[in-house]
């Protein structure tokens, strides 16, 4: 298993601006993922987060507008950048343990909620 | 990855055994489901996984047709504390290796 935290846990942002967020993980894992989950809708996968080379974005998504940055095994950060009121959601870190005996394949963090206004 | 169908809200009484559906009709042979859930405010919790054969683990139970198009969880003995949105998958085994695709789930709601 893996416990994940997140900062900041919330946060109220001006339009415009631009937000960081940290994923740190208590042990060091492969696979890094970030997700969005706007209100009452499901969670959708933004990209992976790949250790010592650039993140791979799912369709659109887009680099310039969440830059991701993975500089070692246990850490990852997701920007919003030129934030607007339709960025308001939830992100989600995650990661995926390959090969355990547990199977568990995903853990995720408790989220960031981020209003944009 | 298959794509899945499943009930958009159940009730269940405290107590009683939660039943979930699931259909996955156009599931591959190498496919598993999997099974989520995310409590409000939470991220999701992995709860089982299985390929063809009924699945128990400490949390739930999982039942796949012999036809594998479908399945079940179910959660024993529910309780208040299940009261969540569940997510049935059914994508290959990658052991994590990458992103999961989340339907709409059930929202399942535990009465006292």
């Known amino acids: 298993s893996a416990v994940i935290s997140q900062k900041p846990s919330r946060d109220i942002c001006q339009r415009g601006t631009s937000l960081t967020i940290q994923c740190q993980v208590d042990?060091?894992?492969?696979?890094m993922f970030w997700y969005r989950q706007q209100p009452g809708q499901s969670l959708t996968l933004i990209a992976t987060?790949?250790?010592?080379?650039?993140?791979?974005?799912e369709s659109g998504f887009v680099i310039d507008k969440f830059p991701i940055s993975r500089p070692n095994l246990t850490f990852s950060t997701l920007t919003v950048s030129n934030m607007s009121p339709e960025d308001s959601s939830i992100y989600l870190c995650?990661?995926?343990?390959?090969?355990?005996?547990?199977?568990?394949?995903?853990?995720f963090g408790p989220g960031t909620r981020l209003t944009v206004l | 990855d298959a794509k899945t169908t499943q009930p958009t809200s159940m009730d269940c009484a405290e107590g009683r055994a939660a039943n979930l559906p699931c259909n996955h009709s156009?599931?591959?042979?190498?496919?598993?489901v999997y099974w989520y859930r995310q409590i409000h405010s939470q991220g999701p919790q992995y709860i089982i996984h299985?390929?063809?054969n009924n699945e128990t683990n400490e949390m739930a139970s999982l039942i796949i047709t012999e036809d594998r198009k479908s399945s079940t969880l179910i959660l024993p003995h529910a309780t208040l504390r299940d009261t969540a949105v569940y997510y049935c998958?059914?994508?290959?085994?990658?052991?994590?290796?990458?992103?999961?695709?989340f339907g709409k789930g059930t929202h399942l709601i535990i009465q006292p």
């Open positions: 998958i059914v994508r290959v085994y990658r052991g994590g290796a990458d992103g999961l695709t």
């Open positions: 042990s060091q894992v492969t696979m």
């Open positions: 987060a790949n250790q010592g080379s650039e993140a791979t974005y």
């Open positions: 299985g390929l063809k």
């Open positions: 156009t599931i591959s042979g190498n496919e598993y």
């Open positions: 995650s990661v995926g343990i390959q090969g355990t005996s547990s199977y568990n394949e995903q853990f």
